[in-house]
């Protein structure tokens, strides 16, 4: 058992005062006798589960699991539900409610006499949201992964979620589908609880969270259905105990050279660029410098070693990254670029955690000597058009657009894109260049993930796969083609996006890893005293909070406010 002196929660429970009698006899209230809490750990089980949420209906009873852990490790647990953010049905963005649930998670730490947490989580933002709100809490935290769902299938076909959903997509609007075959694969692309299970935001983020140390070896790629993904839950409770008795904190696992392993694993899976936002926003959380230029440097040395949807041409899914070996095998095989040393949830170093990894197949995580890809899976372009950085995935484009040039396409808002896209008659080739501005994190708002601007119809009737899109929004992990995305600043707020007009001749490098506007500096003047900032997006409530406050995508998309240089809010004064 932990020592009273170490336990937060006994400033609630243990104390010979009146407070303390209150706090005592609501919980008795609840059925509890104090043998469950006396000299115990409280911890907190945090369930990201809603109805409206397909990527969690297992947690219902995978709460229950963690439960069983803590209490067999001598722990007190009680199940605290969260916001939940489905990512496929929410609206505007995900994104936007981010930041909602972390500062949920945040406060609820404080609020409540927790001694440590286990976040429960999976669907694209809510891991990103529950370990931005713990490590800003510092109490002992462990991540518990929802797990990808089972291989799609329609018509003796293997699908892949959000990936195959774009390419057949594609195919209807081309003609070339259906209405049956359409159905077929409505129905079977997303069979079972559990996250998408191509390598999308949602496995990036998981993965990640498992690299820096703040999930159990392995847990990222256990599917949501396995009976092990039901251990793992049980695991997870028993460790978290551990944890409060060792003291084991966010503080001490998330240093730079963690977030650095992060980084490394990310660009080994062909990540989602969503992951750039994400981890920038939980580095400096966790007071560490992480940038755009650290994701850089990563992808010029790490080559893509797991063959997994969207990237190449893979017939592999999350499913088959677990059996070949999951995480430990791929970051045996790049520890080379990892620091083994760091710390993780285990009380483990990386080393140990990955001593003994094995890879089942070498087709789905590639030796180092046969990458799918041979440098990493994002690269960041800086020019005119976006002085700040943007983020293009050549990983998962057609090669012949990593070096082009061609006059581009001008639009304001999605509704008008649309309809250039729909008119089988457009104005439009391969060669041009489709712009999308004001779908940033203010201008969006949100930054909704807009950036994998659909083909036009005119060029899918022709053939035509692909083409070069730019804008100054997001796009699903589980997305492909030549999409340059989170141009900074962004047009809303000004940013050299907002000056481009149609026609204007736009060029990109990646090789060079460059992006530039060919307008004269003098012309992009003239221009920008003639521009006039768009009307707020919100008046009230937590859009303007956010609309305020919001940070740019080089900066992570959190809140100016919950920037650790804004101090800890944690001190918990006796007068509370």
Aim: net charge neutral; hydrophobic share 40%.
């Amino acid at each position: 058992m932990a020592s009273l002196q170490k336990l937060r929660s006994q400033r609630w429970l243990d104390r010979d005062e009146f407070r303390s009698f209150n706090h005592r006899s609501r919980v008795m209230q609840m059925g509890y006798d104090p043998q469950d809490w006396v000299g115990k750990p409280v911890i907190a089980v945090l369930n990201n589960w809603n109805d409206f949420n397909p990527c969690h209906q297992h947690f219902k009873h995978r709460v229950e699991e963690v439960k069983r852990g803590v209490l067999q490790s001598g722990g007190f647990p009680l199940e605290l539900p969260t916001v939940s953010l489905g990512e496929v049905l929410i609206k505007p963005s995900a994104l936007l409610y981010r930041n909602m649930l972390a500062m949920e998670v945040e406060e609820m730490i404080r609020a409540y006499p927790v001694d440590g947490v286990v976040l429960m989580g999976g669907c694209d933002k809510t891991t990103p949201a529950m370990l931005l709100g713990a490590t800003s809490a510092d109490v002992p935290a462990i991540f518990l992964p929802a797990g990808p769902m089972l291989r799609g299938m329609s018509r003796g076909q293997t699908l892949g979620s959000g990936s195959d959903a774009f390419k057949y997509w594609d195919e209807r609007r081309a003609g070339t589908i259906s209405e049956p075959q359409w159905m077929s694969i409505i129905g079977g692309i997303a069979r079972s609880a559990g996250t998408c299970m191509t390598m999308g935001t949602a496995s990036t983020m998981t993965s990640i969270a498992e690299a820096i140390g703040m999930a159990l070896p392995g847990a990222a790629a256990i599917p949501a259905v396995d009976a092990s993904h039901q251990r793992m839950a049980t695991a997870c409770g028993r460790r978290i105990v551990e944890m409060v008795n060792e003291d084991l904190r966010p503080s001490v696992i998330q240093t730079r050279e963690a977030f650095l392993n992060g980084i490394a694993v990310a660009m080994a899976l062909g990540c989602s660029t969503n992951a750039i936002i994400h981890l920038i926003a939980q580095a400096r959380r966790a007071g560490q410098d992480i940038g755009l230029a650290d994701f850089d440097r990563a992808s010029r040395e790490i080559p893509v070693l797991a063959n997994i949807r969207p990237n190449g041409s893979s017939q592999y899914l999350m499913e088959d990254f677990y059996y070949a070996g999951g995480l430990p095998a791929l970051m045996q095989r790049i520890q080379g670029f990892l620091h083994l040393d760091q710390k993780t949830v285990t009380g483990r170093t990386v080393a140990e955690n990955i001593a003994g990894a094995e890879c089942f197949n070498d087709d789905v995580i590639r030796p180092l000597a046969d990458p799918v890809y041979r440098e990493g899976s994002l690269a960041v372009l800086r020019g005119n058009l976006a002085p700040d950085g943007c983020v293009i995935k050549p990983s998962a484009m057609s090669e012949k657009f990593l070096q082009h040039a061609g006059p581009a396409i001008v639009f304001d808002d999605y509704p008008s894109m649309k309809k250039m896209l729909d008119n089988p008659e457009a104005d439009v080739t391969e060669d041009h260049v489709i712009v999308l501005r004001n779908a940033g994190p203010k201008g969006g708002p949100g930054m909704p993930e807009w950036g994998m601007i659909p083909m036009p119809v005119k060029l899918l009737k022709q053939g035509k796969r692909d083409m070069l899109r730019i804008s100054d929004a997001r796009m699903s992990g589980t997305s492909y083609g030549a999409c340059v995305l989170h141009v900074a600043p962004e047009a809303f707020v000004g940013g050299n996006l907002a000056l481009v007009r149609t026609g204007d001749r736009i060029r990109i490098d990646v090789p060079g890893r460059s992006i530039h506007l060919e307008v004269s500096d003098e012309e992009l003047a003239r221009r920008r005293s003639a521009w006039q900032a768009p009307p707020p997006r919100f008046a009230r409530g937590y859009g303007w909070m956010f609309s305020q406050h919001i940070l740019q995508a080089n900066e992570g998309c959190d809140m100016d406010f919950l920037r650790t240089e804004f101090g800890d809010s944690a001190g918990e004064p006796d007068i509370f």
